[in-house]
């Protein structure tokens, strides 16, 4: 499994359409039927303020780069940049330890 940590502050635009943006994405990924199972996506804010974080988790790298051929990934990739001013920080993470069942 391949994690990522997504993260930016919020700087141009209407939250209430960019949270729309975000669920759309969500549901592309939901219902392509070769990503379906193999992409895990969170989007979370902190909670009164403008930071985003967004957690992703891939099968593998083939499931990376079968997301990555898709438009709707470049699409959102780059309303992400806009939304952030540019400012968009991904991290690959690295899995120490997890509880036997994630929520």
Request: charged share 25%; proline share 4%; with cysteine.
């Amino acid at each position: 499994m391949k994690y990522f940590l997504i993260t930016y502050r919020f700087k141009h635009g209407s939250e209430e359409d960019w949270h729309r943006e975000i669920a759309r994405f969500i549901s592309a990924l939901d219902n392509d039927p070769a990503l379906r199972g193999r992409i895990s996506y969170r989007c979370m804010k902190a909670s009164g303020g403008p930071d985003y974080y967004h957690l992703a988790a891939a099968a593998d790298e083939d499931a990376v780069r079968d997301l990555q051929s898709r438009e709707f990934f470049s699409r959102y990739t780059g309303q992400t940049e806009l939304a952030a001013g540019g400012e968009v920080v991904v991290s690959p993470l690295e899995l120490i330890a997890q509880t036997a069942a994630a929520p």
